[in-house]
């Protein structure tokens, strides 16, 4: 073993290696993995969370000392970006020299097994600190300038999600879009199961644009005579072309993160992994944007 600082992959080290894991540090290819993590590395404000967290978190002296809690923080967001339940992630961390790189773990001392991975996912639900970094995240993003809080949906610009509520399945949309607005809205913009939605008696008052789309059956029927309803048939279009934002949290989630169907009983666990997923989702988009943003200058 000896003490490395490794610049080859993207992660900055200074605690000991295996022979391993210095030679797979030294290589000169980067797989998409090791890129990707890099990418987080740099974009996520650790400290930030880690903040949140702390105040809960196990303390020295109190029976088996724990692992670092930016050690656990980090195993946590890989098992939300590549969608592993808790024995899929202490494999992984046993098999993938990546993603123990990126945990600041190595093979020559104990690796988090699954029970205490499923623990730190515990001390999340009971807090509810997964709420918590969403709104730490968000308060970032906004403070750098990469959130506004002008259109509601999701950011109509950027595609950041601001607004986060859980419901059972049988709960209907309509019953929730008094909690998704923040009051700086200048418009909100919806699909046509939102219609009734500005004559709700908790909407009555709110002070907003309304661009909610009209039901499919009303655009077809504009659609056959379209040079009678040009305008009409231009400003369904606008209206989904802005609307079509709040796909793309979905597109990261599902698409990049795999995340396809709820993998626990209960609201709570739900809610839990569904703020951090949208959390992490942010903070992808965000590097999406900085990444353009290079590639523009």
């Known amino acids: 073993m000896f003490v490395i600082w490794s610049h080859g992959t993207g992660f900055i080290m200074s605690h000991q290696l295996t022979f391993a894991d210095s030679e797979f540090s030294s290589k000169r290819r980067q797989t998409r993995k090791e890129i990707f993590l890099s990418r987080m590395e740099q974009i996520l404000p650790w400290q930030n969370m880690v903040e949140v967290i702390e105040p809960f978190y196990p303390k020295a002296g109190n029976g088996r000392r724990p692992y670092p809690l930016e050690t656990m923080l980090r195993i946590h967001c890989m098992q939300?970006?590549?969608?592993?339940?808790?024995?899929?992630?202490?494999?992984?961390?046993?098999?993938?020299?990546?993603?123990?790189?990126?945990?600041?773990?190595?093979?020559?001392?104990?690796?988090?097994?699954?029970?205490?991975?499923?623990?730190?996912?515990?001390?999340?639900?009971?807090?509810?600190?997964?709420?918590?970094?969403?709104?730490?995240?968000?308060?970032?993003?906004?403070?750098?300038?990469?959130?506004?809080?002008?259109?509601?949906?999701?950011?109509?610009?950027?595609?950041?999600?601001?607004?986060?509520?859980?419901?059972?399945?049988?709960?209907?949309?309509?019953?929730?879009?008094?909690?998704?607005?923040?009051?700086?809205?200048?418009?909100?913009?919806?699909?046509?199961?939102?219609?009734?939605?500005?004559?709700?008696?908790?909407?009555?008052?709110?002070?907003?644009?309304?661009?909610?789309?009209?039901r499919p059956g009303k655009v077809r029927t504009l659609k056959q005579h379209p040079r009678k309803n040009k305008t009409a048939i231009n400003i369904e279009y606008m209206k989904a072309s802005i609307r079509a934002r709040v796909e793309h949290p979905f597109r990261i989630i599902k698409r990049q993160f795999g995340f396809v169907k709820a993998r626990y009983k209960g609201l709570l666990k739900n809610d839990n992994q569904l703020a951090m997923l949208f959390t992490l989702a942010n903070l992808f988009r965000a590097d999406q944007m900085i990444r353009q943003w290079e590639r523009s200058h």
């Open 80 to 214: 939300h970006w590549y969608n592993l339940s808790d024995g899929a992630m202490e494999d992984a961390l046993y098999e993938i020299a990546s993603m123990r790189l990126f945990a600041r773990l190595s093979l020559d001392s104990a690796l988090p097994d699954r029970t205490t991975i499923m623990n730190f996912r515990h001390l999340l639900e009971q807090h509810q600190l997964a709420r918590q970094l969403f709104k730490t995240i968000n308060r970032w993003l906004a403070e750098a300038g990469v959130m506004m809080t002008q259109g509601t949906l999701v950011d109509a610009k950027s595609g950041l999600t601001h607004s986060l509520v859980t419901t059972a399945a049988n709960e209907h949309d309509l019953n929730q879009p008094g909690n998704l607005l923040h009051g700086e809205e200048q418009f909100v913009s919806a699909d046509a199961g939102y219609q009734v939605a500005p004559q709700r008696e908790e909407l009555a008052e709110v002070d907003v644009d309304w661009l909610i789309a009209e």
